[in-house]
């Protein structure tokens, strides 16, 4: 009867630890999707660069135009049940130019273990889209 309680207190911590991490996943999943996203509208915000009678245009993204881009969608969409606190980090921007890379954190509210994390658990996210103009 001991062995018994045992190992069903075990199968129970056992179910709780996979269900934490699981949902620690998903909400990783689902902030990287929305930093896609948000890269993806970014990279549309391009501006026509050089081009002359030699050679065809190519495209410039500027710091302040991928985190305004990323800013506005980020208030366009609806907050996720599973993640708060969704920020923008200042990384965001466009490195060489022509690749918008977004930055974002959030807080997982893992599932069971609520109490003993009550603040939540951060993550971070990165995701680049890159610029092109087919002519």
Known sequence: MVLLIGYVLLALLLVTVVAAAGSLYLGQKRLLSVADSAALAAADTFELNGGSAGSDPGTLLTDEGVFAAAQVYLSGIEPREALGNIVLNPSTGAGDGRTAQVSMSAV???????????????????????????L
């Open 108 to 134: 997982v509210h893992p599932l069971f273990i609520n109490f003993l994390v009550p603040g939540g658990i951060p993550i971070t996210v990165t995701s680049t889209a890159r610029a092109n103009l087919v």
